[in-house]
């Protein structure tokens, strides 16, 4: 049994759910026993991030060291492609992601609601999040990978850059790699399966937050 410790919001969970549903997996999904940021959670995840798999007795958090043991554990259908060139790119790919481009996003969040915006940190995280695109634009030129781990965050991401641009006026353009690989990417039943559903809870929750 696969259980996935998640909340509904959470594009780290949603990167996770795509990698449980490309591989074909039945799990189940709680939220943190004790609840989000509890004492009772964090003596499970001691960093108290979300999301965290427990299977067979192990207990793991972060979403990268989740997908990889998930290759690992269920290699069939493979997200990893042949080769230590070819792997070591899709590692790279979604380490862009999940140390470069996502963290431009979440400095957004605490600018969400009107009340608490900083129209100054509205400005500069867009203009981060351009430069953090275009770099993007730059990696995916050459766009020679099957769907792999490395595609798992940035659809994720991407659906809150849509959700979020005309809320905070960022004004971003994809480079046009990027959406090639897009169009790709969101194409695979999994992406498009967990976006569908995602883009809803994501809707929902940014109607709360700006309301
Ligand atoms: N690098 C982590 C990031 C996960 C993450 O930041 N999760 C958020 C929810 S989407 C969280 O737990 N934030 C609360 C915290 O960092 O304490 C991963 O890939 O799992």
């Known amino acids: ?15 996770v759910r ?11 999904e709680l939220p943190p026993p004790g609840g989000y940021g509890s004492a009772e959670y964090r003596r499970l995840v001691p960093s108290g991030n979300l999301p965290a798999l427990l299977h067979d007795g192990l207990l793991l958090a972060d979403s990268e060291a989740i997908v990889e043991y998930l290759e690992e554990r269920f290699p069939d259908p493979p997200l ?7 792997r ?13 481009l996502e963290p431009e996003l979440r400095k957004l969040f605490p600018h ?22 275009t770099q993007l634009g730059a990696l995916l030129e050459q766009d020679d990978m099957p769907f792999g781990l490395g595609d ?31 169009a790709r990417v969101e194409a695979e039943p999994p992406v498009s399966a967990e976006l569908f ?3 809803v809870i994501l809707d929902a929750w940014l109607a709360k937050a700006t309301a």
Not at 18 to 28: C, S, V
Not at 88 to 98: I, N, S, T, V, Y
């Open 80 to 86: 990893m492609p042949d080769g230590p060139a070819a």
């Open 18 to 28: 795509i990698a449980l549903r490309a591989k074909g997996l039945k799990w189940r």
């Open 152 to 182: 798992l965050g940035l659809p994720v991401t991407l659906a809150w850059l849509d959700a979020l641009g005309p809320v905070l006026g960022l004004g971003l353009t994809l480079p046009d790699p990027v959406t090639s690989w897009r």
């Open 88 to 100: 070591a790119r899709m590692r790279e790919r979604g380490r862009f992601h999940d140390t470069r």
């Open 197 to 199: 559903s995602y883009r």
């Open 112 to 133: 969400i609601a009107p009340a608490a915006r900083d129209a100054g940190v509205v400005a500069t995280q867009a203009a981060a999040l351009q430069a953090r695109l």
């Open 1 to 15: 049994m696969l259980t996935l410790y998640a909340i509904p919001p959470s594009l780290y969970c949603a990167k």
